[in-house]
């Protein structure tokens, strides 16, 4: 199956949403949290208190809570071929776990990358590699690093669905990610979407500055505000209710770590 662009579907006759409230409310928490998260990495990393290489997420909530927040809690863990294994050679038939990989654009020209695609689909294992091109990889370009942009292409060459969705709307995200799980229920098979998204961070290269003004006029938190406004899901009370709570438990893990670094510090 070889998809470009998903058009969206209806969750159900009833209604032409795709999403109840809940749902929407569930999902702006979750990237409203991992922007903060992300912002506070970056305070901290500029301010000396965090080490090591950042690789900031802004921008890109939208693939990672479309596709996560379908996960059922206590489920969809360990790797493909366990959940296999359980249901072919153990014979637990209610084993319907399904993994999830997610990964950039610059993997995708790794070696590993085909190996594992392959091995997925020569053995029908539950699997939706999800791959969030934002079009860099550091430095590098993907325009420069790939002969064939469009990676979405690269799971039908493969034997499997390959997908390309909008990764700035969350609701689209979902969408594949629903049909991905499915699929992969249903009969063990694995699946691949790629994710056209951007990373919004403050230091970027001036070649980016274009690219980024583009992506930001469609950031995947305020199309979500959007979409919840006008079709009545949400009020802004209730959503800058969520807001302070991340803001509040954002400080509260800050001074955590602050009292946990005096304390490394000290034992040193
Ligand atoms: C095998 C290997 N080579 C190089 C690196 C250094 N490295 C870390 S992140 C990165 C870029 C990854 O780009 P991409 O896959 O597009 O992910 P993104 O950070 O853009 O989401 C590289 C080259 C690495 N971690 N591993
Ligand atoms: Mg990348």
Known sequence: ???KDKKLKADSAVSNLLITKDEGLELYEDMVLGRAFEDMC???YYRG?????VHLYNGQEAVSTGFIKLQRRGGFCGAAFTSKYRREVLKE???DHVTMAFFGDGTCNNGQFFECLNMAALWKLPI????????????MSHLRATSD????????ALRMPGVHVDGMDVLKVREVAKEAVARARRGGRSYSAECETYRLEDTLWPIQMTEKNHYAARDPISALKKYMFENNLASEAELKTIDKKITNWLKKLLSLQMK???????SC
Do not use: S
């Not at 208190?49 to 290489?53: A, E, P």
């Open 1 to 3: 199956m070889v998809v």
């Open 49 to 53: 208190k965090m080490f090591g290489f």
């Open 260 to 266: 946990a670094l005096i304390l490394f510090v000290a």
């Open 149 to 156: 942009p469009e990676i979405w292409k690269k799971g039908p």
């Open 128 to 139: 939706i590699f999800v791959v969030e091109n934002n079009l860099w990889a550091i430095g």
């Open 93 to 95: 038939a209610d084993c």
């Open 42 to 44: 970056a305070q901290m």
